[in-house]
């Protein structure tokens, strides 16, 4: 096996897969909460394309326990994505545990990927229409 063969994914395009159980329900709010169309629609899918990457809203029966980030946008200003995405209603997760606050909804995190050249990272999250816990995030250089 050469090299090229094990690299296979390290080449790979990535791509987000969301669960939605009501589809026209998470189109609308994609677009009037998030300011996104789909790129491109198949029966039971949206595609949505940002920057430089993609996601996919799918229909399912199966719902996201929206415990976790399972999906994440870096931006450059969070404070004017925040301000922004809350003048379209989106409510953003309020969290209060040891060293780890949120003050009007965006926390600082220390340290988080140094690999990106930054000191750290400021976070906000928030669900979407079908329970899916979004990010967005803009690294402190």
């Known amino acids: 096996m050469n090299r090229d063969d094990r690299d296979v994914l390290a080449r790979a395009r990535v791509a987000t897969r969301l669960p939605a159980q009501d589809l026209d329900r998470a189109r609308r709010f994609y677009a009037e909460k998030l300011g996104l169309e789909p790129a491109d629609e198949r029966p039971g899918g949206l595609l949505y394309r940002c920057g430089g990457g993609e996601f996919v809203l799918f229909r399912s029966t199966g719902a996201s326990p929206g415990t976790f980030t399972q999906m994440a946008l870096e931006v450059d200003d969070?404070?004017?994505?925040?301000?922004?995405?809350?003048?379209?209603?989106?409510?953003?997760?309020?969290?209060?545990?040891?060293?780890?606050?949120?003050?009007?909804?965006?926390?600082?995190?220390?340290?988080?990927?140094?690999?990106?050249?930054?000191?750290?990272?400021?976070?906000?999250?928030?669900?979407?229409?079908?329970?899916?816990?979004?990010?967005?995030?803009?690294?402190?250089?």
């Open 78 to 141: 969070i404070d004017a994505a925040v301000a922004e995405l809350k003048g379209r209603g989106v409510v953003f997760e309020e969290v209060d545990l040891p060293g780890f606050r949120t003050r009007d909804g965006i926390a600082e995190i220390a340290g988080n990927y140094p690999s990106k050249g930054a000191r750290g990272e400021r976070g906000a999250w928030f669900r979407d229409s079908e329970g899916n816990m979004l990010g967005i995030g803009e690294p402190v250089r």
